[in-house]
Structures are given as structure tokens and as C-alpha cells.
């Protein structure tokens, strides 16, 4: 049972170029997150999904764009890459059984210069 | 202006020592998570505590919310250098599924 995977694991970006950091879960969870957390900061919801075609916008969705054709896979989209989107990008995934309890992936350290 | 304050934001103590971190709000919230995230992976959830109150035990750890829901705190009895990490707390307004994330407390157990 993986859990929630992420990758890549590393990646440098140059300012302007394009990526998409991609998510999957196994335990078929109906809600998916993703959050950036900032060097010794805590975490701050980029975008968030209840289920399979539908999205909304968190705390900080400027920069970037999500999509969930099906319940496993949420990508994470950035079109112009810019330096203050440095960061490391946490997916999470939650299901109906334990609503407040998240599961984590091991992250995707990003940087762009 | 963070929702959920944690302190301290730093804490450095020798193997044995006891500890508490807390988590504060101003705002009520209808249950609140404690996970611990260690360097180069994801957060983990310990516990999740619901009713104002509540005291939950996990071995060395010990887990309260306030008995108005806007607080909570945690006690680490005996730390060992496995305690080390970064503590997050996390709370969910209603019943609905998004979390609010404190700023966390960076634990260093030294042996």
C-alpha cells in the first residue's frame, strides 16, 4: 500500500518555464489537497478537490492550476514559473471513513531561479 | 497573522527533559490535529482530539484540547532524540474537510 506518492522529488526550474508536480493515492480517498510549506513554516493550501472533477482554490492559488480527471491523480500546474514559488509542495489526501485526518506524501522540493 | 499560533517556534532540551508546545486560536474549531514532520518527508499525524476537554495519551505524548476548542497543547514526558522534528498543529473549522495549519515548533532533543 504506497499511500500518497508524489514526484519528482527534486526539481529546479528556471523563472518562466513550466511544470506540473503530480499526485497519486491508493486508499481511494474523495478528498485530495495540495499545500506549500516555506523553510520553517507551516503549511498553506494551494488548492484542494472533494472528488473527481471538481476543484476549488485555497489560501494561495495565484501561480498555479489543478485538475482531477479521476479519484487517484490530482496534478499540480505551474505555467510561468516565478522565484517566489520556491518552495516544497505537500499533496494530501483524506477519505470519508476519518474526515479531519490528511495523509501526506513525501513532498517535491522545487526551486527556481 | 496566523489562525492557529504555536509556541515556541524553537526548542532545544536534553534527553530526559519533559516539554510542552502549544497551539492557539482565537477561533473555535471542531476537532484539531497534532502531526510531527521530519526532515525531507511529509507530515504525520499523531493524534486528533474532538471534544473540548479531551486528553489523548500516546506513549511519552500527551494530547489536550481546551475545554473551549480553541486551544490545545502537548506534553512530551522523558524526550528522547527520536522526538526531534517539527511539530504541526492543525485545525478544521467545521465539518468540513479543510485544515488550517499552525506555524509549527521545531523540537531539538539533544543526547
Known amino acids: 500500500n504506497a499511500g500518497v506518492t508524489q514526484t519528482p522529488k527534486f526539481r529546479i526550474l528556471k523563472i518562466g518555464q513550466s511544470m506540473t508536480l503530480q499526485c497519486t493515492q491508493d486508499m481511494n480517498h474523495n478528498y485530495m489537497y495540495w499545500y506549500r510549506q516555506d523553510p520553517g513554516m507551516g503549511l498553506k493550501l494551494i488548492y484542494y478537490?472533494?472528488?473527481?472533477?471538481?476543484?476549488d482554490k485555497g489560501e494561495v492559488p495565484n501561480g498555479y492550476n489543478v485538475s482531477r480527471s479521476t479519484t487517484e491523480d490530482f496534478p499540480l500546474r505551474l505555467e510561468l514559473a516565478a522565484p517566489s514559488q520556491t518552495s516544497v509542495y505537500f499533496c494530501?489526501?483524506?477519505?470519508?471513513?476519518?474526515?479531519?485526518?490528511?495523509?501526506f506524501g513525501p513532498g517535491t522540493r522545487l526551486t527556481v531561479t | 497573522t496566523q489562525l492557529l499560533e504555536q509556541s515556541p517556534q524553537f526548542l532545544s532540551i536534553q534527553e530526559g527533559e519533559n516539554l510542552t508546545v502549544y497551539c492557539n486560536s482565537s477561533?473555535?474549531?471542531?476537532?484539531l490535529q497534532w502531526y510531527r514532520q521530519e526532515p525531507g518527508e511529509g507530515p504525520v499525524l499523531l493524534v486528533t482530539v474532538v471534544t473540548g476537554g479531551e486528553v489523548k495519551k500516546l506513549k511519552r505524548l500527551t494530547f489536550q484540547f481546551g475545554d473551549a476548542r480553541k486551544d490545545s497543547s502537548l506534553h512530551i514526558t522523558a524526550a528522547q532524540t527520536g522526538d526531534t522534528g517539527l511539530y504541526l498543529c492543525a485545525g478544521a473549522r467545521n465539518a468540513g474537510n479543510m485544515l488550517t495549519f499552525g506555524g509549527g515548533t521545531r523540537l531539538m532533543v539533544k543526547p
Open positions: 494530501a489526501s483524506q477519505g470519508l471513513a476519518r474526515p479531519y485526518e490528511q495523509y
Open positions: 478537490s472533494v472528488g473527481a472533477g471538481i476543484t
Open positions: 477561533s473555535v474549531f471542531s476537532s
